[in-house]
């Protein structure tokens, strides 16, 4: 039952990302990227860490 909590963190990027009227701007700049494109970019990364987070709180389930 303690595993299925660390699940529901997969779901933050998704929520994130839902509506793109939220992050859909041009301003602020970040060297030639504007703000949508860096928005995303830094989701990706984030869900990366969010899944190794998952996996390791998880635990290993190989066995199954």
Same mark, same amino acid.
């Given at each position: 039952?303690? &595993?299925?909590?660390? @699940?529901?963190?997969? !779901?933050?990027? =998704? /929520?994130?990302?839902?509506?793109? $009227?939220? @992050?859909?701007?041009?301003? $602020?700049?970040?060297?030639?990227? $504007?703000? =949508?494109?860096? @928005?995303?970019?830094?989701?990706?990364?984030?869900?990366? !860490?969010?899944?190794? !987070?998952?996996? /390791?709180?998880?635990?290993? &389930? &190989?066995?199954?």
């Amino acid at each position: 039952m303690k &595993r299925r909590f660390w @699940y529901w963190l997969l !779901i933050l990027p =998704f /929520i994130a990302t839902l509506y793109p $009227p939220f @992050y859909a701007h041009h301003d $602020p700049v970040l060297l030639g990227f $504007p703000f =949508f494109y860096l @928005y995303q970019l830094i989701w990706v990364v984030l869900a990366a !860490i969010v899944v190794g !987070i998952v996996l /390791i709180a998880a635990g290993d &389930r &190989r066995d199954v």
